[in-house]
């Protein structure tokens, strides 16, 4: 059995996403490390669903550094466009895209639906040399509010509402939004998987 990995890169370089990972493999005593700290610039996430370009960017990672690397890659999915904005979440509103924009088109592309059920969804991936990869996912569902509501988050936050609370994902306290989430799901059930593979 191969021995349980000293340190793992995370495919990012998110902070949140970095200290999110570094809580749950602490139990594991695997210290996370930012890939830009090797070096390595992003990959060229080609794929066309989220368990592609989550497997590109860990094994671009891997690759790179020769040690194991975690990734994950997520999206909004609404049901009245057909699963839209999906994989192209982040750049929905073309190429100059930011949070503000891909909002503002969401907004517009529903403007006639009554149908505002949505999901988050999220695949992450574990790749270390010489191993068979790992994969997890997670999906949160709700709903597609008509405006903008709450300071907190990013991206399509502020629109995602969370019907048992009564607000919007970008309401909720940080700890609150990671417990719940699709990418805390993902990321927790992979640490898992990880543990199991080295135990």
Not at 45 to 72: M, W, Y
Not at 76 to 101: C, F, I, K, M, T
Not at 143 to 150: F, H, Q
Not at 160 to 189: I, T
Request: glycine share 8%.
């Amino acid at each position: 059995m191969t021995s349980r990995p000293a340190k793992i890169v995370m495919a990012s370089g998110n902070a949140g996403k970095i200290r999110e990972l570094a809580r749950l493999l602490e139990v594991l005593d695997i210290e996370v490390v930012a890939q830009s700290e090797f070096g390595v610039d992003d990959a060229d996430e080609n794929g066309t669903t989220f368990r592609e370009n989550s497997l590109i960017k860990a094994q671009h990672a891997c690759d790179v550094t020769g040690l194991p690397a975690i990734a994950d890659d997520s999206g909004l999915s609404v049901d009245a466009l057909d699963g839209a904005p999906g994989v192209y979440s982040a750049r929905y509103s073309g190429a100059n895209a930011n949070d503000a924009r891909n909002n503002a088109k969401l907004l517009a592309e529903l403007e006639q639906h009554d149908n505002r059920r949505a999901a988050f969804h999220c695949i992450a991936t574990f790749v270390a040399p010489g191993e068979t990869a790992l994969v997890a996912s997670g999906e949160w569902r709700g709903e597609i509010l008509r405006e903008l509501r709450g300071e907190g988050g990013f991206g399509y936050d502020p629109l995602f509402y969370v019907k048992d609370r009564d607000c919007s994902s970008a309401e909720l306290e940080p700890e609150e939004k990671n417990a719940r989430s699709h990418r805390g799901q993902a990321l927790r059930k992979l640490v898992a998987l990880i543990e199991q593979r080295y135990s």
